[in-house]
């Protein structure tokens, strides 16, 4: 299990509606994750997941201290997007009559294939203590937050909102 213990980078709320805990933690200056920790089961926060809860999180989440633990894992996933962007309406750049003409001379391009790739691997790091003293007094404990049960990651770009990745993981303990 890996812990973060740097508070001043933690951002969380508990939300009544979906019964989840939402922990944000950053990854740079534009990309963070929301960790979501259901109370139960999974599938009644995959059900409540929306554009409009997403902003709800963003928009009420708070600087706290926890103790937050959580397990290493690795993500992939393949897809062919081919059948996704015919859905989406994008058809004819699969056929003869493609115009690629912003990118290419040549007239008789289209494309085959739309393979796309997902990869995530959160990974044990060490991070320096930011030059605070080594031995600190704090007479309060913070609360624990132990990612040991079904939990899902959202990652997104800060700036844009865009979601970059969702995914789930089923068993904590196997991964």
């Known amino acids: 299990m890996m812990?973060?213990?740097?508070?001043?980078?933690?951002?969380?709320?508990?939300?009544?509606?979906?019964?989840?805990?939402?922990?944000?933690?950053?990854?740079?200056?534009?990309?963070?994750?929301?960790?979501?920790?259901?109370?139960?089961?999974?599938?009644?926060?995959?059900?409540?997941?929306s554009d409009s809860r997403m902003s709800f999180w963003l928009s009420n989440l708070k600087p706290g201290r926890a103790e937050i633990r959580f397990p290493r894992f690795q993500l992939r996933k393949s897809y062919s997007l081919e059948s996704l962007l015919r859905n989406a309406g994008v058809s004819s750049i699969f056929s003869h009559s493609a115009d690629f003409s912003g990118i290419s001379q040549k007239k008789t391009l289209k494309l085959i294939k739309a393979p796309h790739e997902v990869m995530l691997e959160v990974e044990e790091t060490k991070s320096g203590n930011g030059g605070r003293p080594d031995i600190m007094l704090d007479f309060s404990v913070p609360p624990r937050i132990t990612f040991d049960r079904?939990?899902?990651?959202?990652?997104?770009?800060?700036?844009?909102?865009?979601?970059?990745?969702?995914?789930?993981?089923i068993d904590p303990t196997h991964v």
């Open 3 to 49: 812990f973060v213990d740097d508070s001043s980078k933690v951002m969380m709320l508990y939300d009544t509606n979906c019964s989840a805990t939402v922990v944000r933690l950053p990854y740079s200056d534009r990309l963070a994750s929301l960790l979501l920790l259901p109370k139960a089961e999974l599938q009644p926060l995959e059900d409540c997941l």
């Open 150 to 169: 079904p939990f899902m990651l959202i990652i997104y770009d800060d700036l844009t909102g865009l979601i970059l990745l969702i995914g789930r993981i």
